[in-house]
């Protein structure tokens, strides 16, 4: 058993993420009985595929829907309203539509976007576009001439 140093910054978002975060949770499109509910998120790369993970508990796979152009993701969906006639001691629940869209760091392959739900967390594979991929330059030998070099000569 290893013992590690505690971190108190472990945990901590750096402080452009914290205002992205809030910035795209403040200008929400309000329904009738308050704001759309938020979805949290993670976004990450796994090798040449990027990975987003949204938390949607509650929902059944056939109420989300799931877009893909370019670089960017857009997730949607709709919380169900509360039955009426209930009288609610705490509400923390929203109900009503959302929209979330990701901004990823290069062009993707929609054709290949896989999703998988379950527990209530969506999980999205983008594999990269193979225009954003590095590619392996060959590199000539040295003592042949170079086209564009002798053309011009």
Known sequence: MAITRWDPFEGMLPLRDAMNRLFEESFIRPNGFGFAPP???DVYT???DYVVEAA???LAPD???VTALGSQVTIRGEYPAAPEG???LLRERAA???ERTITLGSDVDTDK???HYEHGVLRLTIPKAESARPKRVAIANGTAASPALTAGA
């Open 56 to 58: 949607l508990p509650g």
């Open 96 to 98: 009503g539509r959302f």
């Open 63 to 65: 109420s989300i829907e």
């Open 86 to 88: 209930r009288r609610y």
């Open 46 to 48: 796994q090798g040449e």
């Open 113 to 115: 976007v896989q999703a």
């Open 39 to 41: 979805v949290t998120l």
